[in-house]
């Protein structure tokens, strides 16, 4: 599955200007139950400060704004938005990923994920639409309808009755654990299409537990596992999700690089055999 343009991210957000800026910031220091003198030692600045711009009495300078952002880690999106409701112009460019800019970008995504086969792989947007994808990620999806590969989002694939929901068989638990990804996601960003696609998969009927394939000996886990069946053997993957770190870019900021290793010899083997 090759890399494909990208449009506006379900993360945006309409910019709470209204609000203004000392509510946005208090609102993301009481997220991260920090203190204002805490706040005020981190950001080289006074306590008596943070209380005046969080009440709207003193007005912070661009600078402090990005200073108080950065060290209460808002995600990149949301420090354009504390920028607009201060009054100032967005500071961090959001570049279509198939923009010539991003060309080695891409380039190294591709790589690296086409490196990590015959493992499945996949990097995501903030919305969890699927960017790009590998071999192995496409084993797994063998056999799902063309309505959800035609516009792939990593939730629906993976949750939807005629997804992969049906041969997942601890699929309570995986659901469980993706859905409270998501209200952590939700938390961050305040996307109403994010919560849209939240409501939307959360709705999705559960089906009844199978009796499934139990693995030959008993595996001490190390993390909750995918259980997942393919072509009558049970497979079992842990997974990764990696970031960019100090992203200067929107859309590059929510990308995430999924990974799947093995969580026991047999997939390993099972998945090189498929290799060659």
């Known amino acids: 599955?090759?890399?494909?343009?990208?449009?506006?991210?379900?993360?945006?957000?309409?910019?709470?200007?209204?609000?203004?800026?000392?509510?946005?910031?208090?609102?993301?220091?009481?997220?991260?139950?920090?203190?204002?003198?805490?706040?005020?030692?981190?950001?080289d600045s006074s306590a008596r400060h943070i209380s005046?711009?969080?009440?709207?009495?003193?007005?912070?300078?661009?600078?402090?704004?990005?200073?108080?952002?950065?060290h209460l880690d808002v995600p990149v999106r949301e420090r354009n938005a504390l920028l607009l409701a201060a009054g100032y112009a967005p500071h961090y460019p959001e570049t279509p990923l198939d923009d010539p800019a991003l060309?080695?970008?891409?380039?190294?995504m591709e790589r690296l994920i086409q490196g990590y086969e015959?493992?499945?792989?996949?990097?995501?947007?903030?919305?969890?639409?699927?960017?790009?994808?590998?071999?192995?990620?496409?084993?797994?999806?063998d056999g799902v309808p063309e309505t959800l590969m035609s516009s792939p989002n990593a939730m629906r694939l993976t949750l939807h009755p005629e997804g992969l929901a049906p041969r997942i068989r601890n699929l309570r638990e995986w659901r469980g654990h993706l859905l409270a990804q998501m209200e952590r996601q939700i938390a961050l960003q305040r996307s109403?299409?994010?919560?849209?696609?939240?409501?939307?998969?959360?709705?999705?009927?559960?089906p009844e537990d199978a009796p499934g394939v139990e693995?030959?000996?008993?595996?001490?886990?190390?993390?909750?596992?995918?259980?997942?069946e393919h072509d009558g053997r049970l497979l079992s993957f842990?997974?990764?999700?990696?970031?960019?770190?100090?992203?200067?870019?929107?859309?590059?900021?929510?990308?995430?690089?999924?990974?799947?290793?093995?969580?026991?010899?047999?997939?390993?083997?099972?998945?090189h055999g498929l290799a060659g």
């Open 215 to 228: 693995p030959a000996e008993p595996v001490p886990y190390f993390a909750l596992p995918m259980l997942i």
């Open 118 to 141: 015959p493992y499945p792989a996949l990097v995501v947007d903030a919305g969890y639409t699927v960017v790009t994808a590998n071999r192995g990620i496409m084993m797994l999806l």
């Open 52 to 70: 005046f711009v969080e009440t709207g009495r003193s007005r912070p300078s661009e600078e402090m704004v990005l200073r108080l952002a950065e």
């Open 238 to 271: 842990v997974s990764s999700i990696s970031t960019f770190n100090t992203p200067m870019d929107v859309t590059v900021a929510e990308l995430a690089i999924e990974t799947f290793l093995p969580a026991d010899p047999a997939t390993a083997k099972y998945l």
């Open 192 to 206: 109403d299409q994010l919560r849209a696609l939240y409501e939307e998969v959360a709705a999705y009927p559960v």
């Open 103 to 108: 060309d080695a970008l891409r380039d190294g």
């Open 1 to 43: 599955m090759a890399i494909v343009a990208s449009g506006p991210s379900a993360s945006a957000t309409a910019p709470a200007a209204d609000k203004g800026v000392g509510p946005l910031l208090r609102a993301w220091r009481e997220r991260r139950r920090v203190s204002q003198l805490e706040l005020a030692l981190r950001a």
